[in-house]
């Protein structure tokens, strides 16, 4: 069971970096306003984005140590990051314009991550963190 902890958690970044890896099929035309709500959920996006981003790398050390507050670190960067998606989406008609391939490994990472999740709070594993 700690194994395949571990190998969630290790294998959620990895599909994610790949995910961004992948090639968009087509050019994609960026016309965005600079007046109105668009700016506004660029920042909050990016925001979002960073604070997960740096929260994913505290709560990835902490889960693989077995710590306590790492499992609500870990949950609270889940919700930045579908946040930061959420918002990046309704500024940015990206999703169209990516290959499916990146899709769905960004799906699995998120699925990978959040069975990291679900696993550290079952029985086996739950006992484990200090």
Known sequence: MVVLFRGLILLAPVL???????????????????????????????LFGLLGGVSWIVATVGLLAFRRWARVLAIWCAV?????????????????????????????????????LVLARTQPLSARFT
């Open 80 to 116: 930045a990051w579908a946040l930061s998606t959420a918002l990046t989406l309704g500024a940015i008609p990206m999703l169209r314009a990516m290959a499916p391939a990146a899709i769905a490994l960004y799906v699995a990472g998120a699925l990978c991550w959040i069975g990291a």
């Open 16 to 46: 994610s970096v790949l995910g961004s890896l992948v090639p968009f099929p087509q050019a994609m035309n960026l016309n965005l306003q600079l007046q109105g709500i668009v700016p506004v959920l660029v920042l909050l996006a990016t």
